[in-house]
């Protein structure tokens, strides 16, 4: 059989008629019978050169055209996202947003492992998260292919990248309008639920503006209504007391004498501190909007420690299905729903202090609060959506680690994890509390007591070497016990870590359906996320942007010095030195130490 070529492939004559062919194949493509004379080839030859010619300009047109459109985009919320089967939603809607700080892929690995070893569930039982799954997010931020906290939540607030340390300020220090404010503006009820201090960066990045996160007594301020906007959140329930009560009051770290309790208070806010107090509200159904609830002076405590003063601080999950039902009754006869920021806070601090042990508890905990909000979009009567992601990993997390120079094992071990009852954190101040009663202890009964009530009774671990309870012991502020605590127990469980600041890796995002968060399906900037939100909820967040910049009495805090990158990339500088905002912006933790990673979460 001859070999058929293609239509369209120009053919070589055999006979030196190149006229003939060129009829021939005018005549396969238009069915019609052709003249031989030049003229009707010139007319086809002039055809072909113009629809050649059309298609040509045609393609540059509609490239320079998307050239345009794109730079066009920049620095206004003008691209919006393709809805999938359901399309974009109308009428009444809620939507919860949560962030599951600090939490990257190998986060949930390390929890699941563990969890099926603890409970003896099969191999192929997973986390709630992992069947929810839809897509990644890249992180960096405008000054840092790594983003701190501040900027990953101002990307989810504003829709823009900013610069690390920013507080829902652009690289230029010009506030940009959040999604909670434009929500709040366009009368929907709204919520920020937290297990660290709410004046952290991420609640802060929601409902207030400052030029650095250290600003945590302005950010304070702003939060329960001292804001150009006045009041724009209706339910607070978290950490940080002693930013909202005056420096004359002995829980206080605030620099000044301002009692933003009392001005809470004046503005409408129920005020609750206590667990009891919590528990009152009875799920929600006996609360008052607008509410303040600060259950902890500074965060509240890991949940590995958690759960043994249950009776003090309500879990993350009890705080969720609380708020929740306090917003669905207070939004039940409005034309609006409601939108919340739910933060798993301290999966972060758990990942800077590269402590394994407290992160699965913590992640596991996020777990069953995410399955709070599944429960409740299930059974509440307006459709609404769940959309989770983290602003960041933390700590370069690996499920293995190398201990020696030779070939190492394949493994990871989860259950020295499942020895331990508390977190280095909450066994560093135990062993402090114990050297600052007993200075003049031998170093013998030292080593006895952190053998005996840390290391064994608090991570399980009997066979520590005499040179790991001695460093134990010599720690220091640059490298104190908490760090050497969490590195004894991850060698022994062989988990890695390779920093105890963030890292720049893609972080999974989650939802309640892949349909109603269609937009997300992929892998996406994190800014795409936030501009989801305000999308979903048929909001305009750059009118409240212009509205903020017009205003006169918004003050974001002392501008950052000339020597801050904001809005370009660091490179090598042939050395070493770790590069910071600088020694006067360094904060501390409530008990005065040192954060240890340059207040940067």
């Known amino acids: 059989m001859a070999r058929q070529e293609p239509l369209l492939v120009p053919r070589h004559s055999t006979d030196g008629s190149s006229i003939r062919n060129e009829e021939e194949e005018d005549a396969l493509l238009t069915g019609q019978r052709t003249n031989r004379g030049l003229g009707r080839r010139g007319w086809t030859f002039w055809r072909e050169v113009g629809l050649f010619t059309w298609a040509l300009v045609a393609t540059v047109a509609v490239i320079i055209l998307s050239v345009f459109i794109q730079h066009g985009a920049v620095g206004k919320h003008d691209s919006k996202p393709a809805w999938g089967p359901n399309g974009k939603p109308t009428g009444k809607r809620n939507l919860i947003f949560m962030v599951s700080d600090g939490m990257g892929p190998t986060s949930l690995e390390m929890t699941r492992s563990w969890r099926q070893l603890v409970e003896g569930l099969p191999v192929d039982d997973t986390l709630v998260l992992d069947r ?333 070497t005499d040179e790991e309870v001695d460093s134990l012991i010599e720690s220091d502020a640059q490298w104190p016990a908490s760090y050497v605590l969490a590195d004894i127990i991850s060698r022994r469980a062989q988990i890695g870590w390779s920093t105890h600041g963030h890292s720049g890796v893609d972080v999974n995002i989650y939802a309640s359906s892949g349909a109603d968060a269609f937009p997300l399906v992929g892998n996406h900037e994190n800014i795409e996320v936030g501009r989801f939100l305000a999308d979903y909820l048929d909001v305009d967040v750059d009118a409240v942007t212009k509205k903020l910049q017009s205003s006169s009495n918004l003050w974001t805090g002392n501008p950052l010095g000339e020597d801050v990158r904001t809005d370009s990339l660091d490179t090598y500088h042939g050395d070493f030195k770790k590069r910071s905002i600088g020694a006067e912006n360094e904060i501390t933790h409530i008990d005065g130490r040192s954060c240890g990673c340059g207040a940067i979460h």
């Open 132 to 464: 929810h799954l839809v897509g990644s997010s890249r992180t960096r931020s405008s000054s840092s292919l790594v983003t701190d906290s501040a900027a990953g939540a101002t990307a989810f607030s504003c829709g823009f990248k900013s610069y690390n340390g920013a507080i829902s300020v652009l690289p230029d220090h010009s506030p940009c309008g959040t999604v909670l404010e434009a929500a709040a503006l366009n009368g929907y009820k709204t919520g920020l639920v937290v297990t660290t201090r709410i004046t952290d960066a991420t609640p802060a990045c929601f409902a207030s503006h400052a030029n650095l996160r250290q600003y945590e007594d302005l950010i304070a301020a702003q939060e329960v209504g001292d804001h150009p906007l006045g009041k724009t959140v209706d339910l607070i329930l978290g950490g940080g007391r002693c930013h909202f009560l005056p420096n004359t009051t002995e829980e206080s770290c605030r620099a000044d004498d301002r009692d933003l309790v009392e001005f809470a208070k004046e503005g409408g806010y129920n005020y609750i501190h206590t667990r009891d107090e919590f528990d009152a509200l009875n799920g929600g159904t006996e609360a008052k909007l607008p509410l303040l609830g600060l259950f902890a002076k500074g965060d509240i405590p890991f949940e590995i420690d958690r759960r043994h003063v249950n009776d003090v601080y309500p879990s993350l999950e009890e705080m969720t299905r609380t708020a929740l039902k306090t917003l669905s009754e207070a939004t039940k006869d409005s034309d609006t729903g409601f939108f919340i920021m739910i933060e798993g806070s301290r999966i972060d601090h758990a990942g800077h202090g590269n402590d394994p042990a407290a992160q699965v508890h913590e992640v596991l905990a996020y777990d069953k609060a995410f399955a709070a909000v599944l429960e409740f979009l299930e059974n509440d009567s307006t459709p609404g959506v769940l959309v989770s992601t983290s602003d960041h990993e933390t700590g370069g997390l690996a499920a293995a680690r190398q201990l020696h120079k030779s070939y190492p094992e394949y493994l990871w071990l989860p259950s020295v994890l499942a020895n331990a009852s508390h977190s280095s954190e909450y066994l560093h101040a135990k062993f402090n509390a114990y050297r600052n009663s007993n200075e003049k202890g031998n170093r013998a009964a030292q080593r006895t007591y952190v053998r005996e009530e840390i290391l064994h009774k608090g991570l399980g671990i009997s066979d520590a």
